[in-house]
Antibody, heavy 120, light 106 residues
Framework: QVRLIQSGAEVKKPGASVRVSCEASGYTFTAYALHWVRQAPGQTLEWMGWINPATGNRGYSNKLQGRVTLTTDTSASRGYMELSSLTSEDTAVYYC?????????????WGQGTMVTVSS | DIQMTQSPSSLSASVGDRVTITCRASRIITKYLNWYQQKPGQAPNLLIHSASILQSGVSSRFSGSGSGTDFSLTISSLQPEDFATYYCQQYSNTPYTFGQGTKLAI
């Protein structure tokens, strides 16, 4: 079945960058765009952006544009989210997810989440 | 960005109750709306897509309705495993946006 496995928790200092990986299995990696969503402690979900592994096309939320970079390695069936210039407000669980349904743009398969803590 | 407003933000109920959560979009999104359930320490789980279509494997006690700007999620008879936080999400335009969540507690 479709599975997404993310890298482990990270602790970073303010101003640093973080990279989270997402390894896909159970499907052809280039078949679905990879989305990234984050959730600060006790807060709602925030969509960060998407990348199409087949074409390299991508889009980012305006809020994070300029600080977030999404990439993929199709040979390894992995996606990466890099966030730079970290502040305490970037402390959150970061999820990768895909939309496999042919008739709706719904995030139906999610990774387990990666906790990123930004602290001095 | 399209703002999604859920109500209530929290709700206390009992096993067997029927509950309804509402979600309002700041502009018309036709039926481009999804509902997710999230339990503590877990990733969100898709319940309903396209406003009213039950995701495969999800219990039929969940139902969704609405179009335009006003939507609702109804749980017909609460079970112990339904106590969780529920989010609506629009996909009419990027950035995709989520409601603030409704925490359903015993």
């Amino acid at each position: 079945q479709v599975r997404l496995i993310q890298s482990g928790a990270e602790v970073k200092k303010p101003g640093a960058s973080v990279r989270v990986s997402c390894e896909a299995s159970g499907y052809t990696f280039t078949a679905y765009a990879l989305h990234w969503v984050r959730q600060a402690p006790g807060q709602t979900l925030e969509w960060m952006g998407w990348i199409n592994p087949a074409t390299g096309n991508r889009g980012y939320s305006n809020k994070l544009q300029g600080r977030v970079t999404l990439t993929t390695d199709t040979s390894a069936s992995r996606g990466y989210m890099e966030l730079s210039s970290l502040t305490s407000e970037d402390t959150a669980v970061y999820y990768c997810a895909v939309m496999t349904l042919p008739t709706a743009e719904a995030l139906d398969v999610w990774g387990q989440g990666t906790m990123v803590t930004v602290s001095s | 960005d399209i703002q999604m407003t859920q109500s209530p933000s929290s709700l206390s109920a009992s096993v067997g109750d029927r509950v309804t959560i509402t979600c309002r979009a700041s502009r018309i999104i036709t039926k481009y709306l999804n509902w997710y359930q999230q339990k503590p320490g877990q990733a969100p789980n898709l319940l309903i897509h396209s406003a009213s279509i039950l995701q495969s494997g999800v219990s039929s006690r969940f139902s969704g309705s609405g179009s335009g700007t006003d939507f609702s999620l109804t749980i017909s008879s609460l079970q112990p495993e339904d106590f969780a936080t529920y989010y609506c999400q629009q996909y009419s335009n990027t950035p995709y946006t989520f409601g603030q969540g409704t925490k359903l507690a015993i």
